[in-house]
């Protein structure tokens, strides 16, 4: 049984080299995951993967059931989860094909279903939320990352936006002002939730673009799916070693 899950993001929507045993569709009191968790081994070591845009990726950020995610990975056993997700990069060593491991997070996400104490709770109830990521999960990418000898800056704000329109040049100077080093359109609420179910939770962000109004010409969409393309293969060979050195 896996304890460690990925969360495959745009250009992830399966891992190369998992040999998949089995895969779950599990149901959830907050409706349908984004797909099947698909559970399988990856170098010999055991994983659960699930794209978060769905196996097609067809589901847009603003629209992803990051509760059903969630909880559906919590309810199989898992423990820790590596979220993968393409980021544009907002400070300056943020070149495409590196990759970001933050230690914060800003949230400038609106109207997505952020908790799961909601609903008439017998009390309020407030997670310490100070530090988002688990120190330890981001310690292991970051020297996973190295062990592959890939780019990887180890700390950083993620700046998480609603999307799916990328942001204006305006937006990204006032998240520069506000120390983000990337911006990407996933990374909230699910950080939250994974906090909230207790889950060891980190991010591998994957810098496929310079944020919008950081260079001369437009952001131009094919460039950033071949960034993509290499970028997750940065991310694969981090996750890689760093699986080794978890287990
Ligand atoms: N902005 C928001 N999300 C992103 C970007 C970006 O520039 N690149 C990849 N995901």
């Not at 010999?44 to 769905?54: I, N, Q, S, Y």
């Not at 800003?106 to 530090?131: M, N």
């Amino acid at each position: 049984m896996s304890e460690i899950a990925i969360i495959g993001g745009t250009g992830l929507t399966n891992v190369e080299g998992l040999k998949i045993l089995r895969r779950e569709m599990v149901k959830t009191p907050y409706g349908n995951p984004s797909g099947p968790l698909v559970m399988g081994e990856l170098d010999g070591r055991a994983v659960t993967f699930l794209a978060r845009h769905g196996q097609r990726h067809s589901i847009p950020p603003h629209r992803v059931n990051y509760c059903a995610n969630l909880w559906a990975l919590h309810s199989v056993g898992i423990r820790r989860v590596i979220a993968v997700a393409a980021v544009g990069g907002i400070a300056a060593e943020c070149t495409p094909g590196m990759l970001v491991i933050p230690d914060q997070i800003i949230d400038y996400t609106v109207g997505r279903q952020s908790t799961y104490f909601d609903e008439a709770p017998e009390r309020v109830v407030h997670i310490d939320f100070s530090y988002p990521y688990s120190e330890n999960l981001r310690q292991a990418l970051i020297s996973g990352a190295q062990a592959a000898g890939v780019g990887v800056i180890g700390s950083g704000v993620y700046g998480a936006t609603q999307g799916p329109r990328l942001e204006t040049a305006a937006e990204i100077k006032r998240m520069a002002r506000d120390e983000c080093t990337v911006v990407g359109m996933t990374g909230m609420p699910e950080a939250a939730l994974a906090r909230e179910l207790e889950l060891e939770y980190a991010c591998c962000g994957v810098v496929v673009n310079p944020a919008a109004g950081l260079t001369e010409k437009p952001l131009d969409m094919d460039e950033i799916a071949a960034m993509v393309a290499t970028g997750m293969g940065h991310a694969r060979a981090a996750i890689l070693q760093t699986l080794a050195t978890l287990s």
